[in-house]
Every structure is written in C-alpha cells, then in structure tokens.
Nanobody, 124 residues
Framework: QVQVVESGGGLVQTGGSLRLSCAAS????????MAWFRQAPGKEREFVAS????????YYTDSVKGRFTISRDNAKNTVYLQMNSLRPEDTANYYC?????????????????WGQGTQVTVSS
C-alpha cells in the first residue's frame, strides 16, 4: 500500500519562499515518478510540477516556471517543492502525488496516489 505524506506548508508574505517535502513509502520510491498538484477553494485540482523516477526530467505548469523547483532524494524517499517569489494566487492546498505507473509524470489526476495535502497561504 502506497502512502504519501506532505509537510512544510504555512503562511508566507508575497515574495517569500517555502519548501514542501513529501515522503512516500510502500514500494520502491526510486522507480516511480512523483508530482505536486494544488487546489484552491472553489477550483479544480491543478498540476504544478512533476519529476521522473531518476530526477533527470522535470515538468512545470507555466505559472510557476522560474519560481518553483521540484527535486527528489531517492536515498531519503522524499520529493521536494521549493517555492520562491510566492504570490497570493499561489495560495492553495498542495498535494503530493505518487505515480501509479513507473513512467507516468503527466497532468491527469487519475494516475496518482495522493497525500492528505498541506496548506500554503500567501498574504498580500
């Protein structure tokens, strides 16, 4: 059974930074892609970033390119989301997602196992 646990959310001012962490267990972490999604109140869950199993390929939604960085440490079974230059529109519940298949790092919410989410609030 795959378990995914996020941490690191909080309240930050516009322009500030946060780093989210996500630990996954229940299978060989280094063999699977990982991703981050977010969901703001009244909106659908949206893709933020993903990373291949080796960490060699990363993907971002346009609105976070140049500000957010996804990375992973396979020795620690952990994936990170470094968020810089935060904006009020980044306010959302952020979810870590573990791919159901080894190769998938796309944007469909159907292809992932989910954590419980961690709240990020950016004040103006």
């Amino acid at each position: 059974q795959v378990q995914v646990v996020e941490s690191g959310g909080g309240l930050v001012q516009t322009g500030g930074s946060l780093r989210l962490s996500c630990a996954a267990s229940g299978r060989t972490f280094s063999s699977y892609g990982m991703a981050w999604f977010r969901q703001a109140p009244g909106k659908e869950r949206e893709f933020v970033a993903s990373i291949s199993s080796s960490g060699g390929s990363t993907y971002y939604t346009d609105s976070v390119k140049g500000r957010f960085t996804i990375s992973r440490d396979n020795a620690k079974n952990t994936v990170y989301l470094q968020m810089n230059s935060l904006r009020p529109e980044d306010t959302a519940n952020y979810y870590c997602a573990a791919s159901r298949t080894q190769w998938y790092v796309g944007r469909s919410t159907e292809n992932y196992y989910w954590g419980q989410g961690t709240q990020v609030t950016v004040s103006s």
